[in-house]
């Protein structure tokens, strides 16, 4: 992707539904659950840089002794910290003879990290600070195990003020600053009650209390918590919870914008925010993998049962994130393979008008890294296309006795899709350098080039996963292909132009900076229509202080004005760089809405093209971007 858009979190959970001395026995280590836990985040590194937490809860623990722990960090490589200083500790354990790997109960007794519950995190920060403490996993301590908790999650809720004055309204003290509190607080609030409540009845029937805790751990329902705590809220989430008791659990969303995908045996339960982690880790097949249903929550009660089933009312359409299809997921995914290989494919159509179906003087390529498999999708799809006009013509020659050797040869060899690697990342862009021009002169060099395979009479043309604000394009990317001297460079975009803010996790939700925005108001003001952008502003002051479900996109009304073809035109003049040895044309092509969901048919969460938002929460967003927009002010909508 040439414009980086930033990844969601991750979240990996393991739940060992054998004794540590079965693990020890079988794997050789009692640590199993430990290191499976580490692989299984280790796969999913991709989806967060800003820090990584784990939790651990430990069965059957007596009073008297800790069962609840947590680790965090937010160091560039948090996620290798944590787990070396936990190993370290571990050793240190060994050395002072208070562990013994032939000993699971010692190593359960001693050791933090030695239970039978654990799951992680790793974070991409689009909601509060970026310092330790917001870092998930987020917990909640009491002296009852029932009544301890802790969550970790892939999720944005945008109606987070709105959930705190209900927290306030039934006089609890909610800590503002990110949504994973508030959602800690809500969940933990009917933990609370329903730890009263059955408490209360096993003490008038006269239970004893040293029984009262077992029981109470029996009795507990988290799915029934879950259902009252999640029914006001509005966003896509993934968010496993470990409860103090062991209980432990893994929600989704209605809409299943957020993923999350679970692996069951008779040894363990695991779930990640990507099924091919979980292959992997595991070696399991791709059918023994479940998806966790919209609206559903998997739950690992204490004792080892397991339960999927809603715990709200699934949405009747689905919303899954199209951009983890289109980028964000790792690619070695079965499914989202295939589907990045149909999004190139898709695009053939669209790039054979803007060559004038002139494959013999094309280049075709890709930015790497992520589009490198849409660019097979597209060289596949084109080559079977020629090699069916090269059968036709076959078979017309032969027919009207025209056919020869050196026919053959003309038909066979001429005019074949020719694909070359001509871009190449070379470096990262490192921060530490603060001058604006600096950084720009820098990030000029993130790409290389491939010499010596353009010719001055070929177009080039590079596949791309998304285009969103256009930056590293005109700064970096179009600049470097200049360097070949094309005739023409061609950028086909998988995914459709970016119109509109995400807020259910991407970190994408100023619309200024999206360069189909941009272009639509360049066009806009360019007609003489610039009011349009103050009315429109005016209608979403109008509508800022309604209920989210009464707002109406009034954006929209500024691309109604123009086709898809106008505004690619138009970005293909803003993001052409001011080359002076070259003077070339550039032309930016993207995927129809259309094509785009034949490609996805079980992903279509396509909001940030259409505006088509699955929750009244989204339009809310919307709003309050375009004032930000408006008003000149930057940060996020949400």
Not at 41 to 52: F, I
Not at 248 to 257: A, C, E, T, Y
């Amino acid at each position: 992707m040439s414009d980086p858009i930033h990844h969601h979190c991750g979240v990996a959970l393991i739940r060992l539904l054998k004794p540590l001395s079965y693990y020890a026995e079988k794997y050789k280590t009692p640590l199993y659950g430990f290191n499976q836990l580490f692989l299984l985040m280790e796969k999913q590194h991709n989806r967060g840089q800003d820090g990584a937490g784990i939790g651990c809860v430990k069965l059957d623990v007596p009073p008297g002794q800790p069962f609840m722990f947590r680790e965090r960090d937010i160091r560039a490589n948090a996620l290798t910290y944590i787990f070396t200083k936990q190993l370290k500790a571990y050793r240190e354990l060994e050395k002072d003879h208070l562990v013994f790997p032939e000993f699971p109960q010692t190593v359960k007794d001693h050791f933090e990290f030695g239970g039978e519950v654990l799951m992680g995190h790793l974070r991409y920060g689009t909601s509060g600070s970026y310092d330790k403490s917001a870092c998930h996993p987020y917990a909640r301590k009491s002296s009852w195990k029932t009544r301890n908790l802790m969550v970790c999650g892939n999720f944005n809720i945008t109606n987070t003020d709105e959930l705190n004055q209900q927290l306030i309204e039934r006089g609890v003290h909610p800590v503002f600053g990110t949504d994973t509190q508030t959602v800690l607080e809500e969940i933990g609030y009917y933990l609370d009650e329903e730890h009263t409540r059955i408490f209360r009845e096993l003490r008038d029937q006269g239970v004893p209390g040293q029984d009262i805790p077992d029981r109470i751990s029996a009795q507990l329902d988290p799915i029934e918590i879950l259902r009252s705590a999640a029914k006001n809220w509005d966003g896509g989430w993934t968010i496993a919870g470990l409860i103090g008791n062991g209980d432990s659990f893994v929600m989704r969303d209605p809409h299943g914008i957020r993923p999350g995908f679970f692996l069951q045996n008779d040894e363990i339960v695991a779930v990640a925010s990507e099924r091919a982690a979980i292959q992997t880790i595991f070696g399991a097949e791709c059918d023994a993998i479940q998806e966790i249903s919209p609206g559903h929550a998997l739950l690992i009660k204490s004792n080892g049962k397991v339960r999927h089933e809603p715990y709200i009312e699934p949405a009747k359409r689905r919303h899954g994130c199209s951009f983890e299809r289109i980028y964000f997921s790792r690619g070695n995914d079965a499914e989202i393979y295939r589907e990045r290989k149909a999004l190139g494919a898709r695009l053939a159509d669209s790039i054979l008008r803007a060559i004038n179906n002139d494959l013999r003087n094309t280049i075709f390529s890709y930015i790497p890294n992520t589009a490198e498999t849409a660019y097979y999708g597209l060289l596949d799809e084109l080559r079977l296309r020629r090699r069916q006009e090269v059968k036709d013509a076959i078979l017309t020659a032969q027919d009207s006795g025209r056919l020869n050797a050196k026919l053959l040869d003309q038909l066979i060899m001429d005019n074949w899709p020719r694909g070359e690697k001509i871009a190449q990342k070379d470096i990262k862009l490192r921060t530490f350098i603060s001058q604006e021009q600096s950084r720009l002169q820098l990030a000029s060099h993130i790409y290389d080039i491939t010499y010596g395979v353009v010719e001055p009479t070929d177009n080039l043309l590079c596949i791309d996963d998304s285009i969103v604000r256009g930056t590293t394009l005109k700064q970096s990317i179009l600049r470097i292909l200049a360097r070949t001297k094309p005739k023409k460079i061609l950028i086909a975009s998988t995914a459709p132009q970016i119109r509109y803010p995400d807020c259910y996790g991407i970190d994408m939700s100023e619309l200024g900076k999206f360069i189909a925005f941009q272009a639509a108001v360049s066009l806009c003001n360019e007609r003489g229509l610039g009011e349009l952008l103050r009315e429109i502003y005016q209608d979403c002051v109008r509508q800022a202080d309604l209920p989210a479900g009464s707002m109406k996109n009034h954006v929209r009304r500024l691309y109604d004005l123009f086709t898809a073809e106008q505004i690619s035109a138009k970005i293909s003049e803003l993001v052409r760089p001011p080359v002076d040895t070259w003077k070339g044309e550039v032309q930016i092509i993207f995927q129809t809405i259309e094509d785009l969901r034949a490609a996805l048919p079980q992903n279509n969460g396509d909001w940030y093209f259409t505006g088509h938002y699955p929750t009244a929460g989204g339009h809310a967003v919307l709003n309050r971007s375009y004032i930000n927009y408006f008003e000149k002010k930057d940060g996020r909508s949400y």
